[in-house]
C-alpha cells in the first residue's frame, strides 16, 4: 500500500516548469525562477506590479496563482521571494 501511494505521490509530482508558467500567467509581466524536488520548491518572482506592496502581499499574490494547486495538494509546498525589478537589481 504504501509503495503505490508513494509511486501515486511522485506521479502526480509537480514540475518547477509548470509552477513557474502558473505564477507568469497569473502575475501579468513577471518573471518566475522555480526550483525543486517534486514536493519542496523555491520561487524567485519579479514583478512590477509588486511596487508598494508588502512583503506579505507580494507572497500572498504568488500564492494566488497556484491556490488550486496547493489546495488539492498537487504543490505541497512553496517558499516564496517576491521583488519588484528595483529590489531585484539591489540583490548580489
Not at 509552477?19 to 523555491?42: M, N, Q, R, W, Y
Not at 488550486?68 to 512553496?78: K, R
Amino acid at each position: 500500500m504504501w509503495e503505490k501511494e508513494r509511486i501515486n505521490f511522485h506521479e502526480n509530482a509537480m514540475k518547477p516548469e509548470k509552477i513557474k508558467s502558473l505564477i507568469e500567467a497569473g502575475l501579468s509581466e513577471s518573471e518566475a525562477h522555480v526550483e525543486g524536488d517534486g514536493a519542496h520548491f523555491t520561487a524567485i518572482v519579479i514583478c512590477p506590479t509588486f511596487e508598494g506592496k508588502s512583503r506579505i502581499q507580494k507572497q500572498q499574490m504568488v500564492y494566488d496563482t497556484v491556490k488550486p494547486q496547493l489546495l488539492d495538494g498537487s504543490l505541497h509546498a512553496l517558499s516564496v521571494k517576491a521583488y519588484t525589478p528595483a529590489e531585484w537589481s539591489r540583490v548580489d
